[in-house]
């Protein structure tokens, strides 16, 4: 290992490093100030892949333009949690430092992730952050709700693993290696036996990116898990498995089977997500369904993979994670003691408590796609690329399904700023500094994703390539 | 030239910032108000200004022929969209209706909006940025955002300063709205494929995007889909029904830009965009836009004459009236089109005058009911006269503005279609069926309960009479606006390459 290697490590190590410190010192010195400490370590590590532009090639990890890229949104996605966290953990007596030092053991999984370049290297990736999110997800050890959330997210998760794993083993009796870049170059017909191997791949890949078929554990854990959790799992999570999956996808080759499977994926996770949260009354179950019909999306971005649609499902990827920040955060900001719920209790929300109800909103017109807000650009540029792609079908389904989902999102809308406030309820909390924070970046973010998406969009046309 | 400043942007964007003004002035309604207000009439002088020298921008030479003033600028050229507006003769008339709209609609709201008035201010001075965007923007792309931006406004409007089933009318009418839109928005991206397929450019400019050859079928396909866009806002039978509910649990200040402005959003679209992208499908598609058209205008009388809700009745009524813009777009003939263009501004007057008087009686009487009222002739003399004349506008009567759109209109489509000028010609009295009734009930008879109604006081006296002077202007002397519209249309029909 070069010194130029360590340099381009450093990001990943520091997380790792991170995350064991903060075990150690908290069993000598525990309290709040880890919290500090982990996010200090997030952004010193966020602000080196930034800066610091070395590549190298290790093996198992290669640090390019692409993975550089990716730790930076994982690291930003994980200061807002971390900021939601800080003020939602004291009130909900979550205090031990296994907290802040598991978000940045996830942290590092995801960085992995991102930076594989063999099959093995990327199930760690993938398994690291997913173990992590197996502990998050419970950590409320009084609450009966997160036990159930996090067995369901653990039994699904280990079967996907297993399923992910069988589909590499397949793979390596196939072709007799793992390296990704071996497996892209050694073309040819694809026997049956790699065929099932991506098969299975994929499925293990549809269930963290929550698509239908393998999106039942959505709802119930978003519910069960602590909001900023829940922040960080429907966004960098889905963002690291996207990450994973783009750098799979060469390796399938020509194959149609791949645009068939995503095909249907995109379809019915479109489908059925945005329906199901059409009659949801719990927010955040909502949020978890309409979360399902956006990766749907996603999906449609990749079945037009060959003609520009991975850096629309980039650009989507980034603009939803935004107003999945902004959209749990304010529930992260909102809840106090019992968990912040049904949709009816924001009413009058907007006006009481203006900023959390603003990032709210703006969340929701995010979500649905109306513009001036990033999730337009990202809906223009899916639907761009699909149609590019021939994808009319598809398309027609997508923008139809997209209509339903305006009607929900809006509903939140009206319950935040258009029905009158109940006088029974007490007064609502005013978010701390730090989750003024949390709230304010990821809204700063949609708007001028949504006004001016041109950098954002060079950037992963540059690395994409 | 004049376009060393970039006075499009400034006019789009001058109400925005005007927005961010009245960020510190939260809680403090009276001065937020006189904030909202001078920006708006600040906007009306720059149209006013640019009305006056029309003739003198048209002699400098642009990019475009009939344009008067051009900006371009990249915006994101990964997608292919960029920065283009551009004012010609029927954009200038829709800029100065939108800015002097909202000067009406600001004024007429002045007491009547107590609870978060800042708010609201900041709502409106958003969409009047919207609307002026749609109304200048030659980028496909750009215009589609203009256009969905303005619905959050008015969304917001409905709902959350309208009466009664405010939350369902608001919810129906955005989602009407967003589901022609959404349609649109794959029409244009494929469009703009289409032609980058072509031409190997990518772009979603208007004037690059006219060149595009389209197969017959697919631009069957692609105008429909327009079409249905620009029909739900125009509102054309039977995509008409948001209206009646929106208009009827608006407030005042949003029928009068919903009536005045939100729906020539639709005709507008149709003139510029609509018919110049996709000629022949537009033709074929004629007979039925007649149709529906006609159908329009003899349903919504019907249903009018049976109203019991003053606001819902002129709200029906809209819908007969825009049938006549409908049929002059469709017949797609220079004299024809220009009274359509012409009507959609004297519809904006006539219409916003209308619903102004029933929101300045329901501030006195708290109820719209026709049954309600009687003999206020004696009792609001200047009320009545303002009710009666735009009434009298509304029926057609000549000298007043309708009158000059729908003869030109009916004029320009004789020769080309006579059946449907004779159906038209008697789907003209029915306005005056349910009008004279209207006023019958209203301002005459005798008094049915004993309301103690104020008459109208300074402001709203001269937000009538402003309104009042355009009415009678366009009914005797339209022809200086004929004039500025005159090249456009000659373009745009085809009689001028």
Redesign the interface.
Known sequence: MTSVDLMALTPLLMLAAGSVLCLLIGALRPGIYLYAAAIAVVAASLLWSCIVSVEAALPGLSITPFSRFSSVFFCGTGIVSLLLAYSYNRRHGITGEEYPATILFALTGMAVACAATDLLMLFLGLEAFTFAFYILVAIRRDSARGGEAGLKYLLNGTLSAAILAMGMALIYAARGTLKLAELTSSGGTPEPLFLAGCCLILIGMAFKLSLVPAHLWTADVYQGAPAPVTALLSTASKGASLAALILLLPTFGTWDGLHDILWLLALFSMLAGNFAALVQSNLTRMLAWSSVGQMGYVALALVAAPTGGLKAAAFYLVAYAAAGLAAFGAVSALSEGEEFDAIESCRGLG?RSPLTGAALALAM?SLAG???AAG??GK??V??AA??GGEIVL??VG??S??VA??FY??V??VL???PSTPTIESVRVPDFSEKVALFVPAVAILLLGV???PL??LL?KILR | MCNNYPLLTILIFLPLAGCLLLLPLWGRASLARMVAFVVAVFELALTVWLYASWQGLEKMPTRLPGYLLLEDAPWIPSFGIRYILGLDGISLLMVMLTSFTFCVALAVSWNAIKERAVLFLALMLVMETGIMGVFLSLDLALFYLFWEIMLIPMFFLIGVWGHGRKIYSTIKFFLFTMFGSLLMLLAIIALHLLHAQQSGTATFSLHDLIQTQIPFATQLWLFAAFFLAFAIKFPLFPLHTWLPDAHTDAPTAGSVILAGLLLKTGSYGLIRFGYPLFPQAAEAMTPLFYTLALIGIFYASLIAFAQEDMKRLIAYSSIGHMGYVAIGIASWQPVALSGSILQMANHGVTTGALFCLIGMLDERAHTREIAAFGGLWGKIPLWSFFFLIFSLTSMGLPGLNSFVGEFLILAGTIKQSPLVVVLSFVGIILPLIYMVRLVQEVVFQQERQPLVLMDLNLREISVLVALLVLDVWVGVHPAPLLDMIHLPVQILTGVVP
């Open positions: 006006y017109f109306i513009p001036p337009f650009m223009f540029a639907f761009a149609l590019r398309a027609l923008m139809l997209a209509l305006v009607f809006l509903r809308v009206v700023y258009m029905k001016y998406p041109q969009l060079e046309e």
